[in-house]
Nanobody, 126 residues
Framework: DVQLQASGGGLVQPGGSLRLSCVAS???????IAWFRQAPGKGREGVSA????????VYADSVKGRFTMSRDKAENTFYLQMNALEPEDTAVYYC????????????????????WGQGTQVTVSS
């Protein structure tokens, strides 16, 4: 059974940090892995993505310098370290992986990714 399991969300004060984890079971990560988020009333937006073949890693402008994506191949897990969190970062965060080729211009398009985790809530509030 193919599954992605996201965890690590929670309530944190502005300026705080969280680390999200995404564990794959039943398969190895595909050609790209990514984190998306969806705030209430908004569409799903790409936060960070990494292409497996060449290691290309991209971040949304809103999180550059604050968020870092990493991967542990041995544990079949990837992470999103989130620092200097802001109230605008409040959202449900989803991990995803794509089995097909992912071009740079499509790397933040949700429809490119065919496996999704269940989402983990991140709330940044004082």
């Amino acid at each position: 059974d193919v599954q992605l399991q996201a965890s690590g969300g929670g309530l944190v004060q502005p300026g705080g940090s969280l680390r999200l984890s995404c564990v794959a079971s039943g398969f190895n990560f595909g050609s790209a892995i990514a984190w998306f988020r969806q705030a209430p009333g908004k569409g799903r937006e790409g936060v960070s993505a990494r292409r497996s073949g060449d290691g290309l890693t991209v971040y949304a402008d809103s999180v550059k310098g604050r968020f870092t994506m990493s991967r542990d191949k041995a544990e079949n897990t990837f992470y999103l370290q989130m620092n200097a969190l802001e109230p605008e970062d409040t959202a449900v965060y989803y991990c995803a992986t794509a089995s097909g080729n992912v071009f740079y211009e499509n790397i933040f398009r949700p429809e490119v990714y065919n496996y999704w985790g269940q989402g983990t809530q991140v709330t940044v509030s004082s």
